[in-house]
């Protein structure tokens, strides 16, 4: 199938001839750890201090429940400043009135706001205000507690003929990488365990960049959890600062998957690499590597390509002034959100050539695999 050969030339990235040993999942390790004293009123709040401190890093006990700027002049350095910091705070009232969030899930809820990772093209760069600071949040069982309000109510799983047996569908992954952060959070194992002991149609589903997922294994999920892991071609992981490597999250893959998880691969975001065909062909043969023999295998597909807004692109110049991440309006097709909105698409020959080609490389090579959408 033919490359666009202006966007491939564009992103002429040579993958890596030799795959090397999976490296331990990453675990992050905050500079600075901020906690609000609304936050200690918690018992989850306190637990996530007694984790990060038995962790020996650093925990500042703030005076008022407002989390400071970082103090630095110069945006390059106070965005490294707010990447290498955890703020412990308590979700605000809004965080409690859930949204849809199509094609993913019925409802959005929030463990935490911001993500430790790098990502060069991180969609949450036109979604949150001010400095990316990682916030978690104390007031846990408020948030769990509030979803069975919204069980039954939804309109994107729930109304839909295709995906009715997922029942109510909770997304926990729309504004952070909850796994990123579980070692020094527990939110997550917490909201697995909530799932698990919830007699009704549900599912909680989030997606990751990280592999460490020991904690979660013998976790009683009861399959009410699906755990997804975000790849992308091997030629795109310059592009992932701060994740955990490809090989690491199949191998996590594996792993959920071996432990009864319904799990998923969202590919994303799909960029046409140089080699696209055969880059993304290999990932998926990758998948299938890393998932055969699973028993009862319970998989999906979400496939996303790359798309920026003005905003985003702004914001992810100052994050990342040297990268090499293609944004360039004149090689993209403008289309209007049904707010109004403007993002910056990839032309529709060669969005109908990639989703041909990975619908047929997932029919071949991962037929359990149910797409759940394309975008």
């Known amino acids: 199938m033919p490359s666009s050969s202006g966007l491939s030339s564009a992103l002429a990235l040579d993958a890596p001839e030799t795959v090397s040993a999976p490296r331990p999942a990453r675990l992050w390790r905050p500079r600075r750890i901020l906690v609000t004293p609304a936050a200690l009123e918690h018992a989850h709040g306190r637990a996530m201090v007694a984790r990060a401190e038995a962790e020996g890093l650093p925990v500042e006990r703030l005076a008022a429940n407002r989390i400071p700027a970082p103090r630095e002049p110069d945006p390059r350095r106070a965005y490294v400043a707010a990447k290498a910091t955890l703020a412990l705070t308590v979700a605000p009232p809004t965080k409690l009135r859930l949204q849809p969030i199509p094609p993913s899930a019925d409802w959005r809820f929030d463990l935490a706001e911001g993500c430790p990772a790098h990502c060069q093209y991180c969609y949450l760069a036109g979604s949150l205000q001010g400095p990316p600071v990682t916030r978690a949040y104390a007031n846990l069982d408020a948030i769990l507690g509030n979803l069975a309000a919204y069980a039954g109510r939804g309109a994107v799983t729930s109304a839909s003929a295709e995906r009715a047996q997922e029942g109510t569908t909770f997304e926990a992954s729309c504004y952070t990488d909850p796994l990123g952060i579980e070692h020094l959070t527990g939110s997550l194992s917490a909201a697995i365990r909530h ?6 149609p549900v599912q909680l589903r989030f997606t990751t960049k990280f592999a460490a997922i020991a904690p979660l ?30 090989d690491a999250r199949l191998g996590a893959l594996g792993q959920a998957a071996r432990a009864g998880y319904p799990v998923g691969l969202t590919i994303a975001p799909i960029l046409p690499v140089a080699g696209w065909e055969e880059a993304y062909a290999g990932l998926i043969r990758d998948a299938a590597d890393a998932l055969a023999g699973v028993p009862g295998l319970d998989l999906t597909a979400e496939l996303i390509t790359h798309r920026f807004t003005p905003g985003s692109k702004a914001v992810l110049r100052g994050w990342y002034p040297g990268s090499d991440l293609p944004l360039d309006e004149a090689e993209r097709v403008e289309k209007r959100t ?38």
């Not at 799932?195 to 009704?200: E, L, S, T």
């Open 195 to 200: 799932f698990g002991a919830w007699d009704a």
């Open 338 to 375: 049904k707010f109004g909105t403007v993002k910056h698409v990839f032309p529709k020959p060669l969005m109908q050539a990639m989703r041909a080609h990975l619908t047929a490389c997932l029919a071949r090579d991962l037929p359990a695999a149910r797409v759940l959408y394309w975008t």
């Open 217 to 246: 294994l013998d976790l009683r999920h009861n399959r009410r959890t699906r755990i997804r892991f975000s790849v992308n071609a091997r030629a795109a992981a310059r592009y992932e600062g701060g994740t955990d490597p490809l």
